[in-house]
């Protein structure tokens, strides 16, 4: 959700400020904008509504020049979307600010400012922050005492980049709750949500700890202190990242390009990890050993599709590890008074590892008695990751589409890996021991093999695209499988589709179905395929048309107005990470064909960094 960038150079910023926000449009926003400290010292500002390609074309027409500035892709909270209401904010010509978060007070501070006699241009909660710093600029501190003195007054989450007309060679960030970063290049400084934004420029960078306040000039460098004004030292880290991942690759969308990854990106999360004997356990962490030793229950939290693949792992845990696990959505569990049974490992997941959820699920967990947290993510440097007694990366790679696809499947794969970690200390056998890293080791091939129906999914998807509704169907492990599948569905075709266990069918959704209400179901061949059959058969007599992603050994002859991909029998414990794969593709077709923009859905973001 929104992305920030910000630059104090020797050298014209706008074209690092545009092209940043080109690479953080993946999170998902709905306006645009760029403030730039001109030559006369004058706060020169050009916002608009819609791409981030708009904005570059009002930029040929009125051109920002300037070595200090900052830009901002906006997703709304307060406020719609409109002009108005993207940033950067400008308090009087003097100060500029692009602010990430929600101000939970800005009522309070807006009625104060009211009556100091500051008038409001905007419906956001962001002005009362650039107003505030003003006010307290113009009453004789200078900008970093401002800022402090500003963030104390602020609830909620936010990051900030500021920047003040009268000190053109001086940028302030800060952070509290919403991640931020500054790049150091040859040239000067940078600032950013994240380090995909400024890697034309620099791949070294600072990150800012929570409540941090960065006084950034280009005489004295970059001066770090907490929101006590304490002065800080912060690490400097190398990305291993490297430019050129944004691309393509020749693919129509980023989604599409992501989905054809799986096979490469599940390799390298396996890469190192699995010997003959086992999962090499360091690679949770030096204290992974001892600490698995002791738990007797796992609760994992997310959001969205992380949550989906816990649910999944819920399966694993229980019939491989043979302990209980409970999963809950993060934004539930944070205000739920919860029992902790004694023994339990706390796993969060995350893609980002800055879901603000999550994120805050987890620092409640730490004071709640579990036995040690744990999180699975994707971004090495990440709140979560550096919050966690454990770690263990998906090494998925940046994902541009909205639509998580490679970061789910690369989820599952790091499931497992944990799975097997408890599973050898509760008595599984060695032969399933190696037959579940057989399993492991096969998933590359075996997706490839999948993604060979791609052109008979694209045609299934052709005749569903004109449907209006749809439910999912899944027994078993399947059942988050098919949530994800009617998730992937409608955050992309703006389909509404839902998910349900299928033995559920006719203790309600059963009264949907009819000629205009489609059934998708996952079949692979398991214990559950002849319950599973039988619910297949109550939507046949109900009219309703299906369309079934099934093993290649079940013959579904006896069902009219049946739809079928045949897919290669594979064992049931790696099938949800198969089956995921062509419900990520008809989603994916169905989307090309109503003409929706796949890799940025309306309103959805890719990081949700705000409650």
């Not at 009453?139 to 990051?159: N, R, S």
């Not at 949500?193 to 280009?218: F, K, M, Q």
């Not at 699975?376 to 919050?387: D, F, K, L, Q």
């Amino acid at each position: 959700m929104c992305g920030i960038v910000g630059a104090l150079s020797r050298q014209d910023v706008w074209p690092v400020l545009l092209e940043g926000l080109q690479r953080l449009e993946y999170r998902g926003y709905d306006s645009a904008g760029m403030a730039i400290i001109d030559g006369n010292s004058a706060i020169k500002s050009e916002k608009i509504l819609g791409k981030v390609s708009n904005l570059a074309n009002a930029l040929k027409l009125n051109p920002l020049y300037g070595r200090t500035g900052i830009a901002h892709t906006r997703w709304a909270t307060h406020g719609r979307p409109s002009v108005v209401n993207a940033h950067p904010h400008i308090c009087q010509g003097k100060v500029a600010l692009v602010h990430n978060g929600i101000v939970e007070n800005h009522h309070l501070l807006r009625q104060s400012q009211i009556e100091r006699g500051y008038s409001f241009v905007s419906e956001t909660d962001s002005e009362v922050v650039v107003n505030e710093i003003h006010y307290h600029v113009t009453h004789g501190m200078k900008p970093l005492q401002a800022v402090l003195k500003t963030i104390a007054l602020l609830e909620g989450a936010f990051a900030l980049g500021v920047i003040f007309s009268d000190q053109p060679d001086h940028l302030i960030a800060t952070r509290h709750g919403s991640p931020l970063i500054i790049g150091l290049a040859d040239d000067g400084y940078y600032i950013a949500s994240d380090i995909y934004a400024l890697l034309p420029v620099t791949r070294r960078y600072i990150l800012l700890e929570e409540g941090d306040v960065a006084d950034i000039n280009l005489t004295d460098g970059i001066n770090i202190y907490d929101q006590n004004g304490l002065r800080q030292q912060r690490q400097i880290i190398t990305t291993s990242l490297v430019d050129g991942i944004s691309d393509k690759a020749g693919f129509k969308h980023y989604m599409l390009k992501e989905i054809y990854n799986q096979p490469a990106a599940i390799a390298e999360t396996l890469e190192g990890r699995i010997l003959t004997e086992g999962v090499v356990e360091n690679i949770f962490g030096e204290k992974a050993g001892n600490l698995f030793d002791k738990v007797k229950a796992v609760h994992i939290v997310a959001c969205g599709t992380s949550f989906h693949a816990g649910l999944t792992a819920r399966y694993w845990i229980e019939s491989i590890a043979k302990i209980p696990c409970v999963v809950d959505i993060a934004s539930e569990f944070r205000y739920r008074d919860t029992f902790v049974y004694p023994g339990t490992l706390f796993v969060a997941i995350s893609q980002s590892g800055e879901t603000a959820d999550t994120l805050a699920a987890l620092k409640v967990a730490r004071s709640r008695g579990y036995l040690a947290t744990l999180t699975i993510c994707n971004v090495p440097e990440s709140s979560m990751t550096r919050g966690s007694d454990l770690v263990l990366l998906t090494r998925a790679g940046i994902e541009i589409g909205v639509a998580s696809t490679k970061a789910f499947t690369t989820q599952l794969t790091a499931l497992m890996l944990l799975v097997l970690s408890l599973a050898k200390r509760k008595g599984m056998t060695s032969d399933l021991e190696k037959h579940l890293i057989g399993l492991l080791e096969s998933l590359p091939g075996r997706i490839n093999h999948i993604l060979e129906l791609d052109p008979q999914i694209s045609r299934m998807a052709e005749r569903f695209a004109q449907k209006h509704h749809a439910l999912y169907l899944g027994r078993g492990s399947m059942l988050p499988i098919a949530m994800e599948g009617a998730l992937k569905l409608k955050e992309i075709s703006y389909i509404h589709a839902e998910a349900y266990a299928a033995g559920e069918l006719k203790h309600g959704p059963l009264a949907l179905v009819d000629e205009n209400m489609p059934v998708i179901a996952v079949a692979p061949k398991n214990d559950l395929l002849k319950k599973l059959e039988s619910n297949l058969q109550e939507v046949k007599a109900r009219g309703g048309e299906l369309y079934v992603f099934a093993d290649s050994g079940i013959s579904l002859d006896s069902i009219d107005q049946l739809h079928k991909i045949e897919v290669s029998t594979v064992d049931d414990y790696i099938a949800p990470i198969i089956y995921t794969v062509p419900l990520q593709l008809f989603a994916y077709h169905v989307a090309v064909f109503k003409g929706a923009d796949v890799d940025q859905p309306r309103n959805l973001a890719k990081s949700v960094t705000v409650e």
